[in-house]
């Protein structure tokens, strides 16, 4: 299999509905268009959620790095690669690159994946699954950014609660991790998204949260426009962490 094989390939057209004021796509938009071109890309290769469940088994995102020199526009086609980088026995790695309508990379990102059982929700080793083939689709296709960092909020004071509600609720029965980034993103003001743009964007995912439960969101504002984020649920424990870089537009 040649290393352009390894490399799923996915098209896209930045609808009216997908953009925000600026008429440039969201970021909780991109960040579902990544999943799911992860979910298409396990599927062609027999490792998809759907034939997962069959045994008992599903994908999680841990981690989330998102980097970018602009956004797609509204009605602008767009194409997003992704392609595995390393499998180890607990986690994978798989990387994504934002092209635009002339075929420019515009952006690139890094996740890491688990595999549970869904019934113990304890990792699954990933190099006993099918014989260990999912090796056979590691690729070397540069991905020129930083991965994933370590995220430290000292905040104690909240800037905003949100409950979670129907539209927060996946079909896992828990919250949705694109929602949120949502949520993430409304902790600044649009005059913020009138001035500058986002250059990084990270998630640490943690543990689960679900309908009802009462989500903070607890702010470290640092230096050349960057902010940790800590969510945590019913004042305790955390769900997620995040660091978002703004730059000038």
């Known amino acids: 299999m040649s290393e352009n094989d390894k490399i799923g390939k996915y098209k896209f057209v930045a609808e009216p509905f997908h953009v925000d004021f600026t008429g440039r796509l969201t970021m909780g938009v991109l960040g579902n268009h990544l999943l799911n071109c992860a979910g298409f890309h396990a599927s062609d290769r027999g490792f998809g959620i759907a034939t997962l469940n069959e045994d008992n088994y599903t994908w999680v995102l841990s981690r989330l790095a998102i980097e970018l020199d602009e956004m797609p526009y509204q009605y602008e086609d767009f194409t997003i690669w992704t392609w595995v980088e390393?499998?180890?026995r607990l986690f994978t790695d798989r990387n994504f690159a934002l092209l635009n309508k002339d075929g420019n990379k515009i952006?690139?990102?890094?996740s890491v994946w688990a595999m549970i059982n869904l019934n113990t929700r304890k990792p699954a080793d990933l190099l006993a699954l099918h014989g260990g083939s999912i090796v056979d689709y590691v690729c070397d296709e540069p991905c020129p950014i930083e991965k994933p960092s370590r995220i430290k909020v000292t905040a104690t004071e909240p800037v905003a609660a949100?409950?979670?509600k129907y539209s927060d609720i996946d079909i896992n029965g828990h919250v949705n991790s694109i929602r949120y980034i949502e949520h993430i993103m409304d902790l600044f003001p649009i005059e913020m998204y009138k001035e500058?743009?986002?250059r990084r964007f990270e998630?640490?995912?943690?543990a689960e949260s679900y309908y009802g439960d009462e989500l903070t969101f607890y702010k470290d504002e640092l230096e050349d426009?960057?902010?940790d984020i800590e969510v945590k649920k019913n004042g305790s424990e955390v769900v997620?962490?995040?660091?978002?870089?703004f730059t000038e537009k």
């Open 86 to 88: 390393n499998v180890y």
């Open 107 to 110: 952006g690139y990102a890094r």
């Open 162 to 164: 949100v409950k979670a």
């Open 196 to 198: 500058k743009r986002i």
């Open 203 to 206: 998630m640490a995912y943690v």
């Open 225 to 227: 426009g960057a902010f």
């Open 240 to 245: 997620c962490r995040s660091k978002v870089i």
